[in-house]
């Protein structure tokens, strides 16, 4: 017996039908919904709210992107790269250390020639559609937490794209990356998805948080610090045999590639800083520091035992609040501890925060704010 279609399926593929329709009449910029539709069709556990509040977003930005209100370009490394040789694994194969950042939008590349528009208005339709999967990825997690507050996560959705386009669109595939393995990470939590596949998203997350190397750094260290926490929602002795296996198999891309391009773009921003200990130093001015005189070098020192106190307290607190009380939104804290500490050498690694903070601030409000 078929299973029958949800009120949610029936008018995703409505407004499919209606896209599609308003595409070929030269509204070319509407084709950032077909990968959120597209979704929907193929999930039950969309609602209604999801699908109308998501599609409107599209709506919206599709419109922004035909008045040329809003444009994410391709990264300037990329486009670099890409005007030099558009066969993006010719630079993966080179070993460039930007090939990973053209590797990222080169969708976008491929959906302007595909639909025969300017390569930076592909890759903002490109972009946009990752938006629109970001607000469906909190919306999602909002459910799976039992959220009500969804006024809470529509101005959120609209904070992440302000964001986005102040940052010139790249914050939009960090947020994209971490929004997906939060998500994925409490699906996981509720026993709804394999470890196969969470450790599939934790790399294809890790991928996306590749346009800088404090995104990546903090998504890899999230990567490894979250083993025990997976390890311990395994309730069978052959899943955590699974869980070992898949563990041993993925050391190998992470040894082999991520590990090396880390390093690489580590020394990169160092140098690029001055180099040695004072380009570090100079790191730090490039994020919180740049709020402090870290010329002085007894300011910094000073900064440097606080800072170590903090660490030393913040750690305790979080192994006796969060770790031993076994707390539900262990992923989402760990996220937010994580990026904070990152936010000291990079404003926009801090920002990576952003997504899992406003899921928990959301969660807050919900106890004693009931809105529908």
């Known amino acids: 017996m078929r299973a029958r279609m949800t009120y949610s399926q029936v008018i995703s593929i409505f407004l499919l039908i209606l896209f599609i329709v308003i595409s070929a009449v030269g509204m070319t910029e509407i084709i950032v919904l077909w ?13 209604y709210i999801e699908t109308v509040y998501c599609s409107l977003v599209g709506c919206i930005l599709a419109g922004l992107i035909a008045l040329r209100l809003i444009e994410f370009p391709m990264f300037p490394q990329a486009a670099v790269l890409y005007a030099s040789n558009e066969d993006v694994f010719y ?11 053209l590797l990222i939008v ?26 629109i999967l970001i607000m ?8 799976i937490n039992k959220l009500e507050n969804r006024i809470s996560a529509i101005m959120s959705g609209f904070l992440v794209l302000a964001l986005s386009y102040f940052m010139n669109g790249r914050l939009i595939f960090v947020f994209f990356g ?30 996306f948080t590749m346009v800088s190397s404090g995104t990546m750094f903090i998504a890899f260290v999230y990567a490894v610090m979250i083993i025990p ?8 002795f052959n899943k955590k045999r699974l869980f070992i296996v898949i563990l041993l198999v993925s050391a190998i891309p992470i040894i082999a590639i991520f590990v090396p391009y880390l390093i690489k773009m580590t020394e990169r921003n160092i140098i690029f800083y001055g180099g040695g200990f004072q380009g570090i ?10 709020i402090v005189n870290t010329n002085n070098t007894l300011l910094v020192l000073s900064l440097f035992i606080s800072g170590a106190i903090v660490v030393v307290t913040n750690v305790y607190l979080f192994k006796r609040k969060i770790i031993r009380r076994d707390h539900p939104n262990l992923p989402l804290f760990l996220l937010v501890n994580l990026s904070a500490y990152g936010s ?29």
């Open 229 to 236: 926490y997976r390890w311990k929602k395994l309730s069978t």
């Open 344 to 372: 000291i050498f990079g404003l926009s690694t801090g920002l990576t925060a952003l997504i899992p903070l406003l899921v928990l601030m959301i969660e807050k409000m919900n106890k004693t704010i009931k809105l529908v």
């Open 136 to 143: 469906y990825f909190m919306m999602r997690m909002m459910n």
């Open 178 to 207: 971490i929004s997906l393995l939060a998500l994925y990470e409490l699906k996981f939590r509720e026993d709804k998805v394999s470890i196969f596949m969470m450790q599939m998203v934790t790399i294809i997350s890790i991928i």
């Open 106 to 131: 080169y969708p976008g590349a491929l959906l302007s020639k595909l639909l025969g528009i300017e390569l930076n208005l592909g890759v903002t339709i490109y972009s946009a559609s990752l938006l």
């Open 35 to 47: 990968p959120l539709l597209l979704v929907f069709i193929n999930s039950k556990e969309v609602s």
């Open 91 to 101: 630079w993966i194969e080179m070993g460039h250390v930007h090939a990973i950042r």
């Open 281 to 290: 130093i100079n790191m730090v001015n490039h994020g919180l520091g740049r």
